[in-house]
């Protein structure tokens, strides 16, 4: 397996120095620098199928290369990229990733947890080999529940079907698609027989979303929360997609219209027009009256209409008694009575902790309002930066590079406090937020290249994202105001395998043909 990883790795260099664009090395030298720094500091308790001592051959071959002037980004990139691979194993049912990098109790098969399953699709597309996640989406549709005492899929909420999607936009292959539909469509079904409640919406405790001790939430009530409604919306839309993709137009108009009841649905019944902002609507009747970050949640998948009132939810990012906080997003508003009142901060509490998890979800959602709609209320580029920037500055622990569960919103304290199960905690995207919304390369069908940035203006004079492996082709995107930095030109560069193909003075929005 390394033979043929160094084999690919020198061939990729070999067409890089023969087509005249051999940056690549500068930058594998930087990525060795950071796996070096990571490793000196890791004890490196448990190993899967790439140890520490192989991670820089590893990523060097998988991994799209990032070099920006902001130092606490890019540090943070190449953190987030050496954690994940750390969670991949080879089980005797193909390759999967881990949630815990330590067995759990509440784990399936293999330490195999489905809560962040969309998150690692979503992180993982970016790798150049694909099959790493194609074992694993087969791992949760076939074979995840095969021989286990009860459902471990299931167990918590899913937007696969929307990853799985995604994830073919960067790297297509129509038969996976065929392969595995059948299997998706009957996932949906059974979603419906076990979650949908007779006025349409899904019902859903906080425990099995993942958020366990929330605000709105209950362990035993079937409320209708906005997560996972806006999962099945953003899985029958894709759905639809991969149908029409596939010519099945039954199955095409039968998702269109599971997506429409459910996008009307959700505007209709969770949007709480007094508090302007998408609600938990209670089993026994009424919506929750608090704000929690679950609320932006139907932007991840671009549900909500394009209109201002309620764009104006986002307001509330930017408030102190909403959900700014000194060491990032919460997951309540801090001004609700209840805040923080559920946990001795030391069990799991959503109630305004700070979770990875949603902090990813959350700027996930306001990088989709920004590039896919008009309205977007006081949100821009400036505030999509400073958030992601704090995400990223919320990664450390006793001064060094950290991951874990969640932490206090006022001093950054890690509230898992030591115990190793949170070390690496897998639970959420970081990589993917600067290739797809920040950097802004936006997959899709057919064979343009399209680029959205969301760098704020006049905020960079030069970044570089390379070995970007995109519809079987080698991306590098640069911004070189000056020309100076990567001695290629002035301005916005494109380069698809080797070769150059777009250059503009300013650095914006473009789709350009992949030739």
């Given at each position: 397996?390394?033979?043929?990883?160094?084999?690919?790795?020198?061939?990729?260099?070999?067409?890089?120095?023969?087509?005249?664009?051999?940056?690549?090395?500068?930058?594998?030298?930087?990525?060795?620098?950071?796996?070096?720094?990571?490793?000196?500091?890791?004890?490196?308790?448990?190993?899967?199928?790439?140890?520490?001592?192989?991670?820089?051959?590893?990523l060097a071959e998988?991994?799209?290369?990032?070099?920006?002037?902001?130092?606490?980004?890019?540090?943070?990139?190449?953190?987030?990229?050496?954690?994940?691979?750390?969670?991949?194993?080879?089980?005797?049912?193909?390759?999967?990733?881990?949630?815990?990098?330590?067995?759990?109790?509440?784990?399936?098969?293999?330490?195999?947890?489905?809560?962040?399953?969309?998150?690692?699709?979503?992180?993982?597309?970016?790798?150049?080999?694909?099959?790493?996640?194609?074992?694993?989406?087969?791992?949760?549709?076939?074979?995840?529940?095969?021989?286990?005492?009860?459902?471990?899929?299931?167990?918590?909420?899913?937007?696969?079907?929307?990853a799985v999607y995604?994830?073919?936009?960067?790297?297509?292959?129509?038969?996976?698609?065929?392969?595995?539909?059948?299997?998706?469509?009957?996932?949906?079904?059974?979603?419906?027989?076990?979650?949908?409640?007779?006025?349409?919406?899904?019902?859903?405790?906080?425990?099995?979303?993942?958020?366990?001790?929330?605000?709105?939430?209950?362990?035993?009530?079937?409320?209708?929360?906005?997560?996972?409604?806006?999962?099945?919306?953003?899985?029958?839309?894709?759905?639809?997609?991969?149908?029409?993709?596939?010519?099945?137009?039954?199955?095409?108009?039968?998702?269109?219209?599971?997506?429409?009841?459910?996008?009307?649905?959700?505007?209709?019944?969770?949007?709480?027009?007094?508090?302007?902002?998408?609600?938990?609507?209670?089993?026994?009747?009424?919506?929750?009256?608090?704000?929690?970050?679950?609320?932006?949640?139907?932007?991840d998948f671009n549900?909500?209409?394009?209109?201002?009132?309620?764009?104006?939810?986002?307001?509330?990012?930017?408030?102190?008694?909403?959900?700014?906080?000194?060491?990032?997003?919460?997951?309540?508003?801090?001004?609700?009575?209840?805040?923080?009142?559920?946990?001795?901060?030391?069990?799991?509490?959503?109630?305004?902790?700070?979770?990875?998890?949603?902090?990813?979800?959350?700027?996930?959602?306001?990088?989709?309002?920004?590039?896919?709609?008009?309205?977007?209320?006081?949100?821009?580029?400036?505030?999509?930066?400073?958030?992601?920037?704090?995400?990223?500055?919320?990664?450390?622990?006793?001064?060094?590079?950290?991951?874990?569960?969640?932490?206090?919103?006022?001093?950054?304290?890690?509230?898992?406090?030591?115990?190793?199960?949170?070390?690496?905690?897998?639970?959420?995207?970081?990589?993917?937020?600067?290739?797809?919304?920040?950097?802004?390369?936006?997959?899709?069908?057919?064979?343009?290249?399209?680029?959205?940035?969301?760098?704020?203006?006049?905020?960079?004079?030069?970044?570089?994202?390379?070995?970007?492996?995109?519809?079987?082709?080698?991306?590098?995107?640069?911004?070189?105001?000056?020309?100076?930095?990567?001695?290629?030109?002035?301005?916005?560069?494109?380069?698809?395998?080797?070769?150059?193909?777009?250059?503009?003075?300013?650095?914006?929005?473009?789709?350009?043909?992949?030739?």
């Amino acid at each position: 397996m390394m033979k043929k990883r160094n084999l690919i790795a020198a061939i990729g260099l070999s067409i890089a120095t023969i087509t005249g664009f051999a940056q690549q090395k500068a930058n594998t030298d930087q990525l060795k620098k950071y796996v070096e720094y990571f490793n000196s500091v890791d004890s490196e308790a448990v190993k899967n199928y790439i140890p520490n001592a192989q991670a820089f051959e590893f990523l060097a071959e998988q991994a799209p290369l990032f070099e920006c002037p902001d130092p606490v980004l890019e540090q943070n990139y190449y953190y987030r990229l050496w954690t994940f691979r750390k969670h991949l194993v080879k089980s005797p049912e193909g390759f999967i990733f881990t949630e815990f990098i330590e067995p759990v109790k509440h784990a399936g098969k293999y330490n195999s947890i489905s809560c962040a399953l969309g998150h690692h699709i979503y992180e993982g597309r970016w790798f150049k080999d694909n099959s790493y996640l194609k074992d694993y989406i087969k791992f949760w549709l076939y074979k995840a529940d095969v021989g286990q005492s009860k459902q471990r899929f299931h167990q918590f909420s899913s937007w696969i079907d929307d990853a799985v999607y995604q994830n073919f936009l960067v790297k297509p292959d129509q038969g996976f698609l065929k392969e595995i539909l059948p299997a998706l469509d009957a996932d949906f079904t059974k979603w419906e027989t076990e979650r949908q409640r007779k006025n349409g919406l899904f019902w859903q405790n906080d425990v099995k979303d993942g958020m366990e001790e929330s605000i709105s939430g209950s362990r035993k009530d079937q409320n209708q929360r906005p997560t996972i409604n806006s999962y099945m919306y953003g899985n029958a839309v894709a759905l639809n997609k991969m149908a029409v993709l596939l010519g099945d137009q039954s199955l095409a108009d039968k998702y269109q219209a599971k997506a429409n009841v459910l996008k009307k649905l959700v505007q209709d019944s969770l949007w709480n027009a007094k508090s302007m902002f998408f609600e938990t609507r209670k089993a026994k009747g009424g919506l929750a009256n608090v704000r929690e970050a679950i609320g932006f949640t139907p932007w991840d998948f671009n549900l909500p209409d394009d209109q201002s009132t309620y764009a104006k939810a986002w307001d509330q990012l930017l408030d102190t008694a909403g959900f700014k906080a000194p060491w990032g997003l919460t997951t309540a508003e801090r001004r609700d009575p209840t805040f923080r009142t559920r946990g001795s901060g030391h069990s799991c509490e959503w109630d305004g902790a700070l979770w990875p998890f949603a902090s990813s979800q959350t700027l996930k959602g306001l990088a989709n309002l920004l590039t896919n709609y008009k309205k977007h209320g006081k949100m821009n580029a400036d505030v999509f930066y400073q958030e992601l920037h704090q995400y990223a500055a919320s990664h450390v622990k006793n001064g060094r590079p950290y991951i874990g569960e969640y932490q206090d919103e006022k001093t950054g304290e890690w509230l898992k406090g030591d115990n190793p199960r949170s070390s690496f905690y897998n639970h959420s995207t970081f990589c993917d937020l600067i290739i797809n919304d920040l950097i802004g390369i936006k997959p899709r069908q057919d064979n343009v290249l399209e680029v959205f940035p969301l760098i704020p203006k006049n905020k960079w004079k030069w970044f570089k994202l390379d070995n970007v492996t995109y519809h079987d082709q080698l991306v590098t995107l640069i911004w070189d105001k000056s020309g100076e930095k990567y001695k290629k030109g002035k301005g916005f560069l494109v380069f698809v395998n080797g070769k150059q193909i777009y250059q503009s003075k300013n650095l914006k929005h473009i789709e350009v043909l992949m030739k």
